[in-house]
């Protein structure tokens, strides 16, 4: 089986057609989404109707879990919080009735799926260090963890007695012999440094994972952001994919 793993879409609606118009190349079985569809950009209701519907499994980010009352801003820069209050003013009862069925992790094969750790889901921890994900490998009872959150394609392996190594994202055949923790970027807000919206697949049969940046209409995006007079580091951000 051959899955498409999608995370941070962002309610970046250019990004997400143009993913998803590159995964039905793919010949794909499955799409599994990662969480945050929502959140940042200005088109939640419409990102989260196509992946309802594209998607057969469904994980909650901690954008979702924020409308949801599960979490608080507190902690949110200024302009984060800004766009959450502007997306709950948007989302139609429908909208939350679609978020609230989202899973917060999900066992498959040989996988484990969660948005940001596995260590901690409900705490939305970063893995962006060794250290942190060497809390994540001692908690994972799979192979392979699909996550994302940070925003940032990239590869921790287990070590034996020493912490992760850590890769930028790359194709790969997984090692039957050890451990990974995979994420699979941004859809709709990179922060590699490629404004291209960033995804994964993985192929169950012959155990391949591989990366894939799709170019996506960023004028457009930036034009309806602005019209919604989101903040503007939102905005200029996705040019730059950061």
């Given amino acids: 089986m051959k899955i498409a793993l999608i995370s941070d879409i962002h309610a ?39 992946v309802n519907k594209i998607a057969s499994v469904k994980l909650l980010g901690n954008h979702e879990a924020v409308v949801l009352g599960m979490i608080s801003t507190k902690s949110y820069t200024e302009t984060a919080r800004i766009s959450s209050d502007w997306t709950k003013d948007k989302l139609s009862e429908k909208d939350i009735e679609i978020i609230s069925s989202f899973q917060m992790t999900h066992t498959a094969e040989d996988m484990f799926l969660v948005h940001a750790s596995p260590f901690e889901p409900d705490k939305w921890h970063y893995i962006l260090t060794p250290a942190e994900a060497s809390l994540s490998f001692d908690v994972l009872r799979k192979p392979l ?44 807000q990179p922060r590699d440094n490629d404004p291209r919206a960033c995804f994964a697949t993985y192929d169950t049969e012959f155990k391949e994972v591989c990366f894939y940046r799709s170019e996506y209409d960023i004028s457009t995006a930036q034009a309806k ?18």
């Fill in 12 to 50: 970046n609606l250019e990004a997400l057609v143009s993913v998803v118009k590159q995964i039905e190349k793919l010949h794909v079985d499955e799409i599994y989404c990662l969480g945050d569809v929502i959140g940042y950009g200005c088109e939640p209701s419409a990102c989260l109707d196509i």
């Fill in 145 to 188: 963890c699909f996550h994302g959150h940070t925003h940032v394609p990239v590869i921790f392996s287990e070590v034996p007695g020493d912490l992760p190594h850590k890769k930028t994202a790359h194709n790969f055949d997984p090692d039957e012999e050890s451990r990974y923790l995979v994420n699979v970027g941004a859809v709709g």
């Fill in 225 to 242: 952001m602005t019209e919604a007079e989101l903040p503007d580091l939102l905005i200029e951000r996705l040019a730059v994919g950061r």
